[in-house]
C-alpha cells in the first residue's frame, strides 16, 4: 500500500504539469479502449455477478453491480463529457498588484492524489479516474469487493489510455487487495502520499470514512432536505415543487424528506399538499395539524424529523413562518439542500440568508443539487463539510491553488 | 467544555446575521475597553510574569509573554485595523444563469466557530478574536498556561465590546480551565460545535493540533523556504533578495533558510552572496562546492536540507539549473514559500508553475510571505495544507461559501 502511494505521488507530480491537450487525449482514448474492451469488461463483470449471487445478495445490490452493453456505452459516454469540460488548471482566480509593484495572482492547481472508496458500481471508476485526472490528480480506487474484477478490468482500459497519451498508468490505481485493512491504510493517509478521501455509498461507508480518515473528506452522510410552503406560495408552484422534490426520484441525496407548511396557509395549502403526496403513493407522517387535515397521515414521532428516508414517504409539519421554518431546518436538518416556496421576495431572501446549508433554493426544486444540474458538467459526489469544497464536487472543486508573485527585485523593509 | 461548544455555536448563529456595522461597532468598543482597562491587563500580566519567573522560564519566554502599555495600545489599534477591513460575509464569488432560468450565486458565509490554541503571547486572544469576528464567526481561545491571567483580562474586555454592541459575549470564549486534558476535547472538536482549528506557536505545539485534531487545522508545521539564484540572475538583485530572506527577521516563518545556487553561475555568484551571507553574521553549512568559496563555510550534513533554523545560519547548496532546483525542493521542502532570482522569464515561469509550494516569488523575498504583505490587513497563520486556507490566513479564509438559487417555480425532468 505504501508503495502505491509513492507511485500515486510521483504520477501527481507528472499529472499536475500535463497540458490540456495531452489530458484531453487521455481521456478520448480512455473511452475508446473501454468500447474497444466491452467484451472483456462483461465477461469479468459477470464473474462479479455469478460469485455475488452465489454469495445472495439482494436485487437492488446485484442491479448496481451489473453492467450491460449500454452501461458500458454510458461509462464511455461520461468520460467524453468529461473530456468536454474546461481544464481548471492555471485558471487565475484572484490578481492584484501591491503598492510596492509586486503581482500576487491566485491560481488554481490540482489538489494531488485523491483516494476514492466505494461500494460495488463499477461504473464509479471511470467517472472518479476522468474527473481526477481533467483536473491534473492521480487517485487511488477501492471499490466493493464484490466489483473487484469489474473495476480492475476497467482500470486496464483507463490504463491504457493514459499509456496512450503518454501519461503514467499510476496516475489511476486501483487498491490490488480486497482486504479490507487495506481501507483502513488509505484513511490514514497513506503516510502523506493521499491529499483528500471522497467516498461514494451509503451512510455506512460515508459513516466510517468520516470516522477514521486522517485527511480531510469530501463528503455527506446525510440528506435531511426540506422544502417550505411559505403562506405567501402560489399553491400550484408549491404543488409542483414539493411533488418534484419528495417523488421525482426518492433515492437521490437531493430528495426532500421533509414538508414544512406555514401555519398561516394550514388553512389553504396543507390539505391540498398532503393529498397530492399521499395520492402520488407517498406515505405521510405528520404532526397533530397535518393528522387532522387528512385521515390518511399517521402520527410522526421525534426521529422523523432527522429520517433520510430516500423512499416514499415524507415527514410534514406545521411550523410558525419562516423563522419557524428556519429554526425546524437548523435544528434537524444536515445542511444540505433547503428550498423556500414564496411569493414574497423578502421572506425569500431571509430563508436564502439564515438556512446554513450547503445548497439553499427560492422557488425551485431541491432536487437540483446535482453538480450537472448547477453547470459543472460532472460530479465525484455532493459535501456538506464546511471547509474547500461545498455542495457540488466537480473538477474545479478537485483542484486547490497557489499564490504566484512576480517581482522586480522587492525586498521586505 | 461541551457546554462552552454549545454556546459558540449559539453564538456562530448570531454572529453569521449581524450586520457589517454592528460587527464594527463591537471592534471599536472592543479596542476601547482593551485601552480602557489597559491597568487592570498590565496587573494581570505581572502576575503571569512573577508565577513565570518563578518557575524558571527562558528570557525569550518572559519576552514574549510581557505586556507593556505599547503592546496593549498595539493590540488596541489592531482591532482598528481589523474594523477597517472589508466585511467577507455575503461576497458574491460566482454568479451565473442555468438554461433553465434558475440564478445561482456562491456567496461567502462565515465558517461558524473557530478554535485557537496558542502559546504563552497574549496578544493573540485581541488579534484572533478580532479576525473571527470580522468573518462572522465565533471562536474558542485556548492560550497558553503562563497567561491564563492576561488572556482572561483581554477576553474580558473583548467580551464587554460584545455586549455593548447587542452581540454575544459567547462570541469570543476562553476555555475555563488550565487543564490540558481540555486542549484533547478541543481537538477532538467538541462534539461537532468546533469547525476549525488554528494553532499558533512552535513546531511543538502545531505537530500535537495537527496530530490530535479530529477536525480541519489551518497550519504550517514547517518553513524550510529556498532562495534559487539563477545562473541569468542579477547579481546585485539576487544579494539584496537572498540577505533580506535570511537576515531581516530569522525568525519568522517566511525566513529562508536554503540557498541554491546554480552551478552555471557558481563562479561568478556563489562566492559574493556566501561572503556577504558570512559578513553579515550568517552561518553557512555548504556543500562541497560551497565550501571551496569561503573556508568559513562548515560542511552541511542530509538534516541540514530539511532544517528550519529560524536563526542567522543557512544550508547553501549548488544545483543544476532551475530543474536541479525545483527537484530539490520537492524533495526537501515544506511546500510553504520558495523564490527564484533570474532575469530569464521563461525560467522564472518553470519554477512559478512546477514548484507546488503555498507561495512562490519570483524577483523578490521570501520574507513577503504574510497576510499583511499580500493585503490581507491582517492574518491569523499562514498555511501549507492544500484544501480551503493556503498561504496567509486572513478573513477571507475565516470564511466558507454556500450556493443561493433563485427559481420561478423550477422542476427538475
Redesign the interface.
Known sequence: MADLGRRARAAA?VL??APTPQKDRALAAMAKAIRDRSAAILAANAEDMAAARQSGVAASFLDRLELTPARIAAMADGLDVVRGLHDPVGTVLEH?T?PNG?A?ERVR?P??VIGVIYESRPNVTADAGALALKAGNAVILRGGSDSFRSTRAIQGALAAGLAEAGLPEDAIQVVPTQDRAAVGLLLQGLDGAV??IVPRGGKGLVARVQAEARV?VFAHLDGVNHVYVDAAA?LD?AK??V???KM?RTGVCGAAETLLVDRAAAATHLRPLVAMLLDAGCAVRGDEAVRAADPRVTPASEDDWVTEYLDAIIAVKVVDGVEGAIAHI?RHGSHHTDAIVTADAHT?ETF???V??????????T??A?GG???FGAEIGIATG???A??PVGVDQLT?????????????P
Open positions: 507530480h499536475a504539469l492584484w501591491r509586486m500576487i492547481v489538489i494531488g491529499d483528500v480531510p402560489d408552484m409542483s415543487i411533488l418534484n422534490a421525482r437548523e425569500a436564502l440568508r439564515e446554513d446549508s450547503a445548497i439553499v433554493l427560492h422557488n425551485a426544486s432536487q437540483f446535482d444540474e448547477f453547470g464546511k471547509l474547500h461545498r455542495g486547490t491553488f497557489k499564490y504566484r508573485v512576480r517581482g522586480t527585485g522587492q525586498t521586505r
